[in-house]
C-alpha cells in the first residue's frame, strides 16, 4: 500500500481514507473529488481503498518460525 497521494504528496496512513484504481494508483481524498473519482493514469474509477491496522511486516510472528527464532542466536 502506497503511503502517499501520487498527486499532491499527501501521507496516507493505513487507516486513512485513500482512493484506488485497479493498478493501485493511489490518491487522497481530496484529488480524487477534483479528478472526478478517475484515475488520471489509466481512466480507471478510483474507489476506496481497503484500511489495514498493522503493516504485514509488523505482524507477531507465531509458530515454528517464531520458536526457533527464540532458541537459535
Request: positive net charge; charged residues 25%.
Amino acid at each position: 500500500m502506497k503511503v502517499s497521494c501520487e498527486r499532491c504528496s499527501a501521507r496516507l496512513g493505513l487507516s486513512d481514507h485513500a482512493y484506488i484504481c485497479s493498478f493501485e494508483c493511489t490518491f487522497c481524498p481530496t484529488c480524487v473529488e477534483e479528478l472526478n473519482q478517475v484515475c488520471p493514469n489509466c481512466q480507471g474509477n478510483l474507489v476506496l481503498r481497503p484500511f489495514r491496522r498493522t503493516s504485514p511486516t509488523e505482524v507477531a510472528k507465531t509458530g515454528f518460525k517464531a520458536k526457533l527464532e527464540k532458541i537459535l542466536p
